[in-house]
């Protein structure tokens, strides 16, 4: 991928040189907002993606380039998607890596227009890092409602430093989807606080949830690392279950964006040995739900994980979440959740 970036690039760089006057029209394209069109963005992910379309409104038409249930750790562009990417007025992006295959490129594209990390001005002591590793940022960390939300400011100061005329209106909009996101964390924190205490343990398929565990006080466990890259191990798969069968937990989770399989293999340890664990249900981690659904929006995603998780490990929540918005659907049972 990175050779088509090349390669485009170049040709961009060709065409440029036939004529001053393209150039210079082509910079400003760049860096200044045309009034009579919306602002064209691409973003990378759909939790990115929402944040541009909340706080843009009217003034962005956005291009995503990866839908539900893709794995961004694993993602590889296409020539079609760098070439959006290329054409786009802004690209907006999560960082610390998620874009893992991708980010290369960005940073190469951001020689020519602005491409936004939204994480970037997180603190250092807001950011988790995988243990065991030298300074690999966890990246997940739209699973913090309020961490998150610290990421709508980025969005609203670089749509406004491109386009001036309308700051107001951006900064209007970040304000108003900050406190629905203030709203969703004080749902989270009430329906997980009634999750009894020997319960609050969450183990799904990858380490995506330790930004979940730190913000609603669970403790967290994956069977694959941050990365879905990685292979899980027989040896950590047996160490979930002694922990499973130990502590009596009473449901395992799957994501909708990571093959099922390690997760059904520790809880047939579990019930090798006795002990009959349940899968309570699909998180959303490193996508959101379908498009045009609640759950294809952020706010949705972790109304979904919150409600499902609470209820699943014991607690006390709305069937239909924060909004009785959630799908019906959303609570399915075992055997549909067996299924590979």
Not at 59 to 67: D, E, I, K, P, Y
Not at 100 to 114: D, F, I, Q, S
Not at 118 to 125: A, G, V, W, Y
Not at 256 to 264: D, E, M, Q, R, Y
Request: charged fraction near 20%; include cysteine; proline fraction near 4%.
């Amino acid at each position: 991928m990175i050779a088509i970036v090349v390669v485009l690039l170049g040709c961009e760089a060709h065409t440029a040189t036939r004529s001053s006057t393209a150039t210079h029209s082509s910079t400003a394209t760049r860096t200044t907002a045309n009034p009579d069109r919306p602002i064209e963005v691409v973003a990378t992910v759909g939790m990115v993606a929402d944040i541009v379309r909340e706080v843009g409104g009217t003034r962005v038409a956005v291009s995503q380039l990866m839908g539900p249930g893709v794995d961004p750790h694993l993602y590889r562009g296409s020539r079609d998607d760098v070439r959006s990417i290329l054409a786009a007025d802004m690209v907006f992006y999560s960082g610390l890596m998620l874009e893992g295959k991708l980010t290369g490129m960005l940073e190469k594209v951001a020689r020519k227009k602005p491409v936004v990390a939204i994480t970037k001005s997180l603190s250092r002591d807001s950011v988790l890092e995988e243990e065991g590793t030298a300074g690999h940022s966890d990246p997940h960390v739209w699973m913090d409602v309020l961490a998150w939300s610290s990421c709508v400011d980025v969005v609203a100061d670089s749509l406004a430093e491109f386009d001036p005329a309308n700051e107001f209106q951006f900064r209007s909009a970040a304000l108003a989807y900050q406190e629905t996101l203030a709203k969703l964390d004080k749902y989270g924190r009430q329906v997980m606080s009634t999750v009894p205490a020997s319960g609050r343990v969450l183990i799904t398929s990858h380490d995506a949830f330790h930004y979940f565990g730190r913000a609603y006080g669970l403790e967290v466990f994956g069977v694959q690392g941050l990365s879905t890259d990685s292979e899980a191990g027989l040896k950590q798969i047996n160490s979930l279950v002694d922990t499973i069968v130990q502590r009596k937990i009473k449901a395992v989770f799957v994501e909708s964006s990571v093959p099922k399989k390690s997760i059904l293999a520790v809880v047939d340890g579990a019930g090798s040995r006795g002990h009959n664990v349940i899968i309570g249900g699909e998180l959303f981690s490193d996508a959101m739900g379908p498009g045009a659904t609640y759950e294809g929006t952020y706010v949705g995603m972790l109304d979904h994980n919150l409600t499902i998780v609470a209820r699943s490990l014991g607690g006390g929540a709305p069937e239909r979440g924060m909004q009785e918005a959630l799908m019906l659907s959303a609570n399915r049972t075992e055997s549909e959740q067996r299924e590979p």
